[in-house]
């Protein structure tokens, strides 16, 4: 059974650890805040894009970005390197590894947490640094750079992006965004002269490189801002949980004195009765 002392300093303990939850809340508030007002999503980007490949004649075009070759499938996970997130890792991971199962699969891992994982679970995989908020623009192209060269030397037939978007700042989502084979959209085809000074071939090569890097950056964006969120509702489920342990501890303290109280005050009247009889 538990001392009155001991009640008291692991009341005084859970006050300074909600202390520090208050302060770790503020700071992931302020950088979600802070990364919301730098994110830019640049939504007509994909639609010059797919003016673009109207110009093309793409159904007589065998691009491996535009049919897939095969069934294999290159799939690239987005973790964190630090942790207070929850599940939000572990359940990127396991949506990862479920939609490797349909067929044969290379995974790419980005983040720690991820890296960690993986490991316990003797998944072979790659693995690339979690994502900086400073430096996103340069890993998301670092990012691309690496994902279609390898879908072209290893001749792979899907290339798929699982990461955790922020529905709201409370609500965060793992979402599967499947990449390559570029789908474009079926439109009423208007015949035009085009004067092409390069083979549409290297044309298409260019335009989803160009398109596949807007999308990654806007990704990793979208990935940090649900970790900020994902901290903040982890914290705030756990000051929650102290408050409640707080509340057990007053009341055993509480318990405790009344009962210590009472004994001696049980000893003392009898103490008295002795001395005066």
Do not use: C
């Not at 993986?118 to 994902?147: C, N, W």
């Not at 806007?218 to 969120?229: D, G, H, T, V």
């Not at 109280?261 to 103490?271: G, Q, V, Y």
């Amino acid at each position: 059974m538990k001392t009155i002392a001991s009640l008291k300093q692991d009341m005084e303990f859970n006050r300074s650890l909600s202390s520090l939850i208050e302060v770790l809340k503020n700071i992931a508030v302020s950088q979600y805040r802070s990364l919301e007002q730098k994110i830019k999503l640049y939504k007509d980007f994909l639609l010059v894009v797919e003016e673009f490949f109207e110009l093309l004649d793409i159904e007589n075009l065998n691009h491996p970005f535009l049919k897939p070759i095969n069934n294999t499938q290159l799939i690239l996970a987005i973790t964190s390197d630090t942790g207070l997130l929850g599940g939000l890792n572990m359940q990127v991971i396991n949506l990862a590894l479920l939609e490797s199962e349909k067929g044969s699969a290379k995974l790419v891992i980005v983040g720690e947490k991820g890296k960690y994982y993986a490991q316990d679970l003797g998944v072979v995989f790659t693995f690339f640094k979690g994502i900086e908020e400073e430096s996103r623009f340069a890993q998301a192209l670092q990012m691309r750079d690496y994902l279609l060269k390898r879908f072209l030397e290893e001749k792979m037939g899907y290339l798929k992006v699982i990461y955790p978007k922020p529905v709201s700042f409370t609500v965060q989502k793992v979402e599967i965004e499947s990449f390559l084979p570029f789908s474009v959209p079926q439109k009423e085809q208007v015949k035009t002269e085009v004067i092409l000074e390069s083979h549409p071939y290297r044309i298409v090569e260019y335009l989803v490189y160009l398109w596949f890097g807007q999308k990654l950056y806007e990704i990793f964006s979208l990935s940090k801002l649900a970790e900020y969120a994902a901290r903040f509702v982890h914290l705030e489920e756990s000051t929650q949980k102290l408050k409640e342990q707080d509340l057990k501890l007053r009341l055993e303290y509480f318990k405790l004195r009344h009962e210590l109280i009472d004994r001696n005050m049980r000893e003392l009247f009898s103490a008295r009765l002795i001395y005066y009889r």
